[in-house]
Protein backbone atom coordinates (compact mmCIF):
# COMPACT_ATOMS: atom_id res chain seq x y z
CA UNK A 1 0.00 0.00 0.00
CA UNK A 2 1.28 3.60 -0.44
CA UNK A 3 3.09 5.51 1.97
CA UNK A 4 4.05 9.05 2.74
CA UNK A 5 6.54 9.48 5.43
CA UNK A 6 6.92 12.74 7.67
CA UNK A 7 10.02 13.25 9.71
CA UNK A 8 8.16 12.38 13.56
CA UNK A 9 9.69 16.46 14.57
CA UNK A 10 11.25 19.15 13.64
CA UNK A 11 12.71 22.08 15.76
CA UNK A 12 12.79 25.85 14.24
CA UNK A 13 13.44 29.15 16.30
CA UNK A 14 11.27 31.62 15.70
CA UNK A 15 12.06 34.45 12.72
CA UNK A 16 13.29 31.34 11.36
CA UNK A 17 12.41 29.00 8.68
CA UNK A 18 10.72 25.83 9.22
CA UNK A 19 10.37 22.94 5.89
CA UNK A 20 8.50 20.18 6.96
CA UNK A 21 9.12 17.33 4.09
CA UNK A 22 6.40 14.59 2.92
CA UNK A 23 7.94 11.81 1.21
CA UNK A 24 6.11 9.17 -1.66
CA UNK A 25 6.67 7.43 -4.31
CA UNK A 26 6.18 9.37 -7.51
CA UNK A 27 4.69 11.56 -5.04
CA UNK A 28 5.36 14.68 -7.34
CA UNK A 29 2.94 13.27 -9.72
CA UNK A 30 -0.51 14.02 -7.43
CA UNK A 31 -1.83 16.75 -4.91
CA UNK A 32 -0.84 17.40 -2.15
CA UNK A 33 -2.43 19.38 0.93
CA UNK A 34 -1.42 20.30 4.40
CA UNK A 35 -3.34 20.58 7.56
CA UNK A 36 -1.84 21.96 10.53
CA UNK A 37 -3.50 20.37 14.27
CA UNK A 38 -2.82 22.54 17.28
CA UNK A 39 -3.44 20.45 20.44
CA UNK A 40 -6.99 19.74 21.51
CA UNK A 41 -8.32 21.10 18.28
CA UNK A 42 -9.15 19.87 14.64
CA UNK A 43 -6.95 20.15 12.18
CA UNK A 44 -7.05 23.74 9.94
CA UNK A 45 -5.88 23.04 5.87
CA UNK A 46 -3.02 25.57 5.16
CA UNK A 47 -1.73 24.42 1.86
CA UNK A 48 -3.97 23.10 -0.86
CA UNK A 49 -3.15 21.39 -4.74
CA UNK A 50 0.86 21.83 -3.74
CA UNK A 51 1.38 25.47 -3.43
CA UNK A 52 -2.54 27.37 -3.03
CA UNK A 53 -3.34 28.86 0.26
CA UNK A 54 -6.72 29.31 1.71
CA UNK A 55 -7.99 32.37 2.69
CA UNK A 56 -6.85 33.83 5.99
CA UNK A 57 -3.86 31.32 6.18
CA UNK A 58 -0.88 33.43 6.37
CA UNK A 59 1.39 34.22 3.64
CA UNK A 60 4.73 33.06 5.68
CA UNK A 61 3.19 28.87 4.73
CA UNK A 62 3.87 27.84 1.34
CA UNK A 63 4.26 24.84 -0.16
CA UNK A 64 5.82 22.92 -2.78
CA UNK A 65 6.06 19.34 -4.61
CA UNK A 66 8.23 17.65 -7.35
CA UNK A 67 9.60 14.12 -7.77
CA UNK A 68 8.95 12.28 -4.62
CA UNK A 69 9.18 14.99 -1.65
CA UNK A 70 6.52 17.65 -0.72
CA UNK A 71 7.59 20.31 1.23
CA UNK A 72 5.38 22.71 3.57
CA UNK A 73 7.80 25.69 4.50
CA UNK A 74 6.81 28.08 7.33
CA UNK A 75 9.09 31.75 6.60
CA UNK A 76 9.61 33.91 9.95
CA UNK A 77 7.81 30.72 12.19
CA UNK A 78 5.94 32.42 14.91
CA UNK A 79 5.08 30.98 18.41
CA UNK A 80 1.47 29.96 17.35
CA UNK A 81 3.03 27.82 14.22
CA UNK A 82 4.11 25.04 16.88
CA UNK A 83 1.78 22.59 16.15
CA UNK A 84 1.55 18.94 14.19
CA UNK A 85 1.24 18.77 10.92
CA UNK A 86 -0.18 16.04 8.35
CA UNK A 87 0.39 16.12 4.43
CA UNK A 88 -2.43 14.35 2.36
CA UNK A 89 -2.40 13.10 -0.93
CA UNK A 90 -4.50 10.40 -3.11
CA UNK A 91 -3.56 6.96 -4.27
CA UNK A 92 -5.97 6.18 -7.17
CA UNK A 93 -9.18 6.98 -5.29
CA UNK A 94 -8.47 6.92 -1.73
CA UNK A 95 -7.15 9.38 0.48
CA UNK A 96 -3.62 8.91 2.51
CA UNK A 97 -2.56 10.78 4.99
CA UNK A 98 1.79 11.24 6.29
CA UNK A 99 1.96 10.23 9.83
CA UNK A 100 2.84 14.14 11.25
CA UNK A 101 5.59 16.32 11.92
CA UNK A 102 5.59 17.82 15.41
CA UNK A 103 6.91 21.52 14.89
CA UNK A 104 8.87 22.76 17.74
CA UNK A 105 9.40 26.40 18.02
CA UNK A 106 12.29 27.03 20.79
CA UNK B 1 -19.01 27.56 7.29
CA UNK B 2 -19.81 25.70 10.23
CA UNK B 3 -19.58 21.12 10.77
CA UNK B 4 -21.71 20.74 14.29
CA UNK B 5 -21.05 17.18 15.15
CA UNK B 6 -22.80 15.21 18.13
CA UNK B 7 -21.36 14.53 21.48
CA UNK B 8 -19.31 11.99 22.46
CA UNK B 9 -20.47 8.21 22.70
CA UNK B 10 -19.23 5.34 25.04
CA UNK B 11 -19.70 2.05 23.07
CA UNK B 12 -18.92 -1.36 24.68
CA UNK B 13 -17.33 -3.73 22.07
CA UNK B 14 -19.84 -5.21 19.11
CA UNK B 15 -22.26 -2.43 19.29
CA UNK B 16 -22.55 0.16 16.68
CA UNK B 17 -22.26 4.02 16.78
CA UNK B 18 -23.74 6.66 14.51
CA UNK B 19 -21.89 10.21 14.21
CA UNK B 20 -23.92 13.06 13.05
CA UNK B 21 -22.49 16.21 11.24
CA UNK B 22 -24.61 19.15 10.51
CA UNK B 23 -23.26 21.95 8.04
CA UNK B 24 -24.12 25.18 7.66
CA UNK B 25 -23.28 28.33 5.78
CA UNK B 26 -22.79 26.58 2.17
CA UNK B 27 -24.84 24.88 -0.08
CA UNK B 28 -24.62 21.10 1.16
CA UNK B 29 -24.84 19.36 -1.93
CA UNK B 30 -22.15 21.24 -3.48
CA UNK B 31 -19.65 19.74 -1.46
CA UNK B 32 -18.47 16.42 -0.65
CA UNK B 33 -18.07 15.41 3.37
CA UNK B 34 -15.51 13.19 4.48
CA UNK B 35 -14.65 11.70 7.49
CA UNK B 36 -11.23 11.30 9.20
CA UNK B 37 -10.48 9.51 12.51
CA UNK B 38 -7.68 10.16 15.19
CA UNK B 39 -6.79 7.70 18.03
CA UNK B 40 -5.34 9.01 21.00
CA UNK B 41 -1.71 10.09 20.61
CA UNK B 42 -1.97 8.90 16.71
CA UNK B 43 -2.05 10.60 13.73
CA UNK B 44 -4.82 11.57 11.03
CA UNK B 45 -6.60 8.45 9.58
CA UNK B 46 -8.76 8.85 6.31
CA UNK B 47 -11.97 6.64 6.72
CA UNK B 48 -13.99 7.90 3.43
CA UNK B 49 -16.06 9.78 1.47
CA UNK B 50 -19.48 10.81 0.62
CA UNK B 51 -21.25 12.85 -2.10
CA UNK B 52 -24.41 14.53 -1.18
CA UNK B 53 -25.53 15.59 -4.84
CA UNK B 54 -24.75 12.12 -6.28
CA UNK B 55 -25.10 10.04 -3.37
CA UNK B 56 -21.88 7.86 -3.94
CA UNK B 57 -19.46 6.84 -1.46
CA UNK B 58 -16.02 5.84 -1.08
CA UNK B 59 -14.79 3.88 2.51
CA UNK B 60 -11.01 2.98 2.64
CA UNK B 61 -10.53 -0.59 2.47
CA UNK B 62 -10.09 -0.99 6.34
CA UNK B 63 -13.26 0.15 7.00
CA UNK B 64 -15.44 -1.73 4.37
CA UNK B 65 -18.03 -3.71 5.58
CA UNK B 66 -18.59 -1.62 8.60
CA UNK B 67 -18.72 1.75 8.17
CA UNK B 68 -21.92 3.05 6.62
CA UNK B 69 -22.11 7.04 5.85
CA UNK B 70 -25.30 8.94 4.40
CA UNK B 71 -26.60 12.15 3.94
CA UNK B 72 -29.95 14.43 4.61
CA UNK B 73 -30.17 16.64 2.38
CA UNK B 74 -33.30 18.40 3.97
CA UNK B 75 -31.47 19.04 7.35
CA UNK B 76 -28.10 19.47 5.98
CA UNK B 77 -26.47 16.47 7.72
CA UNK B 78 -23.99 13.78 7.37
CA UNK B 79 -23.74 10.59 9.48
CA UNK B 80 -21.40 8.13 9.83
CA UNK B 81 -22.03 4.33 11.19
CA UNK B 82 -19.39 2.14 12.71
CA UNK B 83 -20.72 -1.40 13.24
CA UNK B 84 -18.93 -3.96 15.52
CA UNK B 85 -16.88 -1.81 17.23
CA UNK B 86 -13.39 -2.70 18.81
CA UNK B 87 -11.32 -0.74 21.52
CA UNK B 88 -9.07 0.21 19.37
CA UNK B 89 -11.88 2.41 17.40
CA UNK B 90 -11.59 4.83 20.31
CA UNK B 91 -10.91 7.99 18.50
CA UNK B 92 -12.17 11.50 17.95
CA UNK B 93 -13.69 11.29 14.73
CA UNK B 94 -14.58 14.28 12.29
CA UNK B 95 -16.86 15.35 9.73
CA UNK B 96 -14.85 17.98 6.59
CA UNK B 97 -16.06 19.26 3.80
CA UNK B 98 -14.77 19.14 0.96
CA UNK B 99 -12.81 15.87 -1.03
CA UNK B 100 -10.16 16.16 -2.45
CA UNK B 101 -9.03 18.44 0.22
CA UNK B 102 -11.03 19.34 3.61
CA UNK B 103 -11.37 23.22 3.83
CA UNK B 104 -13.40 23.59 7.66
CA UNK B 105 -13.86 20.79 9.75
CA UNK B 106 -16.28 19.43 12.81
CA UNK B 107 -15.05 20.17 16.35
CA UNK B 108 -14.87 16.35 16.61
CA UNK B 109 -16.86 13.43 18.39
CA UNK B 110 -14.69 10.76 20.95
CA UNK B 111 -15.94 7.78 20.58
CA UNK B 112 -14.79 5.34 23.28
CA UNK B 113 -15.16 1.52 23.20
CA UNK B 114 -15.12 0.18 26.14
CA UNK B 115 -16.53 -3.22 28.16
Known amino acids: SYELTQPPSVSVSPGQTASITCSGD??????VCWYQQRPGQSPVLVIY???KRPSGIPERFSGSNSDNTATLTISGTQAMDEADYYCQAWDSTSAIFGGGTKLTVL | VQLVQSGGEVKKPGASVNVSCKASGYTFITYGITWVRQGPGQGLEWMGWISPYMNNTKYAQKFQGRVTMTTETATSTAYMELRSLRSDDTAVYYC?????????WGQGTLVTVSS
Open chain 1, 49 to 51: QDT
Open chain 2, 96 to 104: AKGIEYSSS
Open chain 1, 26 to 31: KLGDTY
